[in-house]
């Protein structure tokens, strides 16, 4: 990572994701197989995951949020998306981080989300 990436003090870097990655759509339909119980949509689509880093190790880096910091299962969830994405065959590691910037809000959801929701 460059200097030129945006900080938060006292959060993780905030990156862009390894799109380009081999394994980065297995990740993400990972991620979409982990639902936050308040809330009948998975993580991806609400827009909780921030980034996906993936480095040529295949060694993967979630940075994710919640939809509030008072979230019954924020000790949980970083341990789901972890397990979640394990068994991804290659994968090597895998860290999930947890921000509060930016927070979540509902403007972050795919249209997918929001058409499951009645948004739309």
Not at 4 to 22: F, R, V
Not at 31 to 37: A, H, K, T
Not at 74 to 95: C, L, R, S, T, Y
Request: net charge negative.
């Amino acid at each position: 990572m460059n200097d030129a990436s945006p900080k938060i003090e006292g959060a993780p870097l905030i990156a862009p994701s390894s799109t380009d990655h081999p394994l980065y759509d297995q990740v993400v339909e990972a991620c979409r197989s982990v639902y936050d119980p308040e809330i009948p949509v998975n993580i991806y689509d609400l827009g909780l995951v921030y980034t996906l880093d993936i480095n040529d190790e295949n060694e993967v880096r979630v940075i994710m949020t919640l939809t509030a910091p008072g979230c019954p299962v924020a000790g949980e969830m970083p341990g789901w998306v972890a397990e979640a994405i394990e068994p991804i065959p290659g994968v090597k590691q895998v860290d999930v981080d947890l921000t509060w910037e930016p927070p979540w809000g509902m403007d972050m959801m795919s249209d997918e989300a929001r058409l499951e929701l009645g948004f739309m």
